[in-house]
């Protein structure tokens, strides 16, 4: 009788965690006219910024970007007074987990992983909760992207680029395949109190990893070879889903996770002989191997600044510095958060910091932005104002970078987008209640 109704207890756990897991927001229709946000600083990123300038869109796409008087536009345009405003392109959180995971206590609301250590099948697009709560509250931050990567095993899987607002996965996704993601193991043992397996296990255990990550890409070799000689072999779903990472015209990169000097190294090296196009996500030691880096041109995803220093003779400020050192080094870097996914929203004050501590301020915009764009593969239509590009934009008060700016105005290809979430609800209910005590 106490196991059932602990069983009951816990499924009721999950079906509340559930239901309290859903966005009951309605998605943003298709641009239906045209849009023109006038009187505003437009911080292009690619090019100028233009003060008094105006960006017009239509169809979800950047038509006109420029300095005022606006240019003659047919129809009847939607006219948007931002003076004293700032239009920025919307902020990209290049590494998350945004749509996979909602809240850590309920393993039912978990879905990052497969079970397995080596699943390049898996997309994490498909696995994107449309409903997720997280969402609305990381775009009204004027995060409107993600990069979002499957996790466990030592290839978990593809990642994708989706937009934060949409009914299924498949109007979120910008780029449902956008290269395959890889958890490169600690090459050498690690002395700490907490580990428990000696040298001698450390070792065959990382000797295993490698050599099954490298078993793995000799295998889908070896079938993409095959495929093309013969078209008619069995198609194998596993070693097909790796074909886009492999050497050819539109190669998709591998992210590899890796911090260590002798990680990034190591899984540089392995990448390059085996022609893949690396990104190193995670980096806290990259500029340590700068040259190799910059060398091949191997950008950085940096896993957050909010971070305390990894060795005890390390300074205070390693992590806050980081971006600095890449920069100055000459690689080109992304700046997301290595919080708990509810935290995604707090992805422009990663930057911040790093600007804090010498990170140069048009770079810290770059690297939410443009830069971020660049290494997730959606360059061409996100992460810039341009003539031609996605419009995909916030309208801010301020700094985005800025604790105390707000997002006042988002669209996501044109959809104009409501900022509301949980939250913001919550804060109004309870607003209401003092103001109704008080009166």
Same mark, same amino acid.
């Given at each position: ?34 849009i ?19 960006v017009?869109?239509?169809? /979800?796409? !950047?038509? +006109?970007?420029?300095?005022e008087? $606006?240019?003659? @536009? ?5 006219? *948007? &007074? ?7 392109? /919307?902020? !990209?959180? +290049?590494?998350?987990?945004?749509? $996979?995971?909602? @809240?850590?206590?309920?393993?039912a609301t *978990? &879905? ?11 997309? +994490? ?17 004027g ?56 040298d ?22 070896a ?23 492999m ?11 890796a ?10 090296t ?31 995803i ?19 510095t ?74 801010t ?21 409501d900022l509301?979430?949980k ?17």
């Amino acid at each position: 009788m106490n196991l059932a109704k602990t069983l009951m207890a816990a499924c009721l756990a999950c079906v509340c965690g559930s239901a309290m897991a859903q966005d009951l927001g309605v998605k943003a229709p298709p641009q239906s006219r045209p849009i023109v946000i006038q009187g505003a600083t437009v911080h292009t990123i690619s090019g100028e910024t233009i003060a008094d300038g105006y960006v017009y869109f239509e169809g /979800g796409v !950047i038509r +006109a970007v420029g300095k005022e008087p $606006l240019p003659r @536009i047919a129809g009847e345009p939607e006219i *948007i &007074d931002a003076k004293g405003k700032h239009v920025y392109p /919307g902020l !990209i959180a +290049a590494y998350s987990q945004l749509g $996979l995971t909602e @809240i850590q206590s309920v393993r039912a609301t *978990i &879905d990052s992983s497969e079970t397995g250590g080596v699943t390049p099948e898996v997309r +994490a697009a498909v696995a994107v909760n449309p409903d997720s709560t997280l969402l609305p509250v990381t775009r009204t931050n004027g995060v409107l992207i993600a990069g979002v990567f499957p996790t466990g095993g030592r290839i978990p899987g593809r990642a994708s680029v989706m937009r934060m607002d949409g009914w299924t996965w498949e109007e979120m996704a910008v780029k449902a395949d956008a290269g395959l993601s890889i958890s490169w193991p600690n090459v050498r043992p690690v002395s700490a109190p907490w580990m428990t397996q000696t040298d001698t296990e450390q070792t065959d255990e990382i000797r295993r990893s490698l050599s099954g990550i490298d078993d793995a890409f000799k295998t889908a070799m070896a079938y993409a070879a095959a495929r093309d000689a013969d078209p008619n072999l069995p198609i194998d779903l596993r070693w097909e889903a790796m074909r886009g990472v492999m050497p050819g015209a539109k190669q998709l990169p591998v992210f590899i996770t890796a911090g260590d000097v002798d990680q990034i190294t190591t899984a540089v090296t392995w990448a390059l002989e085996k022609k893949l196009k690396p990104v190193i996500v995670g980096g806290r030691d990259a500029p340590l191997c700068a040259d190799l880096l910059k060398r091949h041109e191997i950008p950085v995803i940096v896993l957050g600044t909010h971070a305390t220093p990894r060795r005890a003779d390390a300074p205070y400020d390693e992590a806050y510095t980081l971006p600095a050192r890449l920069n100055a080094a000459g690689i080109t870097f992304a700046i997301t958060t290595s919080d708990d996914t509810a935290h995604t929203r707090n992805l422009p004050y990663n930057a911040a910091i790093a600007v804090a501590y010498g990170l140069d301020h048009d770079a810290g915009i770059k690297c939410l932005t443009l830069w971020a764009a660049q290494i997730l593969g959606v360059g061409d239509t996100l992460g810039s104002i341009e003539t031609g590009k996605a419009a995909t934009l916030i309208v801010t008060n301020g700094d985005p970078l800025e604790v105390t700016t707000n997002t006042e105005r988002a669209f996501i290809d044109g959809r104009a987008i409501d900022l509301s979430n949980k939250q913001t609800k919550l804060a109004e209910k309870y607003r209401e209640k003092y103001k109704q005590k008080k009166n």
